[in-house]
């Protein structure tokens, strides 16, 4: 059963992925600063309110994040969970040791990341390290990956080679024999590689900008 508390628990999680608070999160979708307040959340003679969808649909707009991608943050909200997340360097995820053959993480070494449940129990954080990847990725942001999560084009992906190259784009478009990429930074090229030169790739799921 879908509760007020777990709508407004996903909102709260939501603003702290992307480093803002509840008032900043209002701000940055073009809302009153007060529209997630505490005092909001319920009605002047104490029952709870559910926030409005268009004020949902306005944070979803203004943070980039997908309906589906919501709605999964909702039903780790609704049932309570939250789990630690392995996070690693994202220039040390091209060395040996941290992923299989298939991009799920592996072995030891790992600073972890509480985060909201999701489906895939294999999920992980990245960190962001240099600026090839502004204007979207920040030196710092987190996002958090999975591996398991069916892939379409206009995703964002982080894309391992067989040489160790990793890359975080947007699946452009993808074939049998080639895969290809937009560069997520204008100052990059975009990129189109064959099917044997890539070792693994997963979905961006959420990140902390």
Known sequence: MLTHDSIWTALD??????GLSASGLARKAGLDATTFNRSKR???DG?????????????????????????????????GRARALPLIGFAQAGEGGFFDDGGFPVGAGWDEVSFPDVAD?????????GESMLPLYRDGDRIIVSPAAPIRRGDRVVVRTAQGEVLAKELRRRTAKTVELKSINPEHADRTLRAEEIAWMARIMWSSQ
């Not at 999680?13 to 992307?18: C, F, I, N, Q």
């Not at 129990?121 to 390290?129: F, G, K, R, T, W």
């Open 13 to 18: 999680a939501l603003a702290a992925r992307v």
């Open 42 to 44: 319920v009605t002047a």
């Open 47 to 79: 029952r709870a309110r559910w926030p409005s969808t268009e004020s949902v649909a306005k944070v979803l707009e203004a943070t980039g994040v997908s309906f589906d991608d919501f709605v999964a943050l909702v039903g780790g909200a609704k049932q």
């Open 121 to 129: 129990e294999h999920s992980y954080a990245l960190e962001i390290s």
